[in-house]
């Protein structure tokens, strides 16, 4: 079981990217797959998730319109459209499994446990730099 993230890079503010995260050893409609960030000096934190379903949920905070999950199943990939991008999304940029299958709160919100993530990718960096 392996996931790959890529598509960072190098972005102006109000730019966008596309970030990957590619699965192999196992298939989307097994488990969900959820996107992360950690920005140099604070804690990792949740943006949004994919159920095997295709339903997705996004954060409280990450909700707004600027990023946009979504999987093509034939190619096995998770995608992560980030529009409007400003300085502070700046970071490194992560994919994982969510075991349970991206649970959510009485809001519609993303609601992670870290103890139910498994695989996780390796981490692509994003720099939002003028």
């Known amino acids: 079981v392996q996931l790959q993230a890529s598509g960072g890079g190098l972005v102006r503010p109000g730019g966008s990217l596309r970030l990957s995260c590619v699965a192999s050893?196992?298939?989307?409609?097994?488990?969900?797959i959820g996107w992360f960030r950690q920005a140099p000096g604070k804690e990792r934190e949740a943006i949004s998730c994919?159920?095997?379903?295709?339903?997705?949920?996004y954060t409280e905070s990450m909700k707004g319109g600027r990023f946009t999950i979504s999987r093509d199943i034939a190619k096995n990939t998770v995608y992560l459209q980030m529009n409007n991008l400003k300085f502070e999304d700046t970071a490194v940029y992560y994919c994982?499994?969510?075991?349970?299958?991206?649970?959510?709160?009485?809001?519609?919100?993303?609601?992670?446990?870290?103890?139910?993530?498994?695989?996780w990718g390796q981490g692509t960096l994003v720099t939002v730099s003028s």
């Open positions: 994919i159920n095997t379903d295709g339903a997705t949920y």
């Open positions: 994982a499994m969510d075991l349970t299958n991206c649970p959510y709160d009485y809001s519609g919100n993303y609601y992670y446990n870290l103890k139910n993530l498994g695989a």
């Open positions: 050893g196992f298939t989307l409609d097994m488990d969900g």
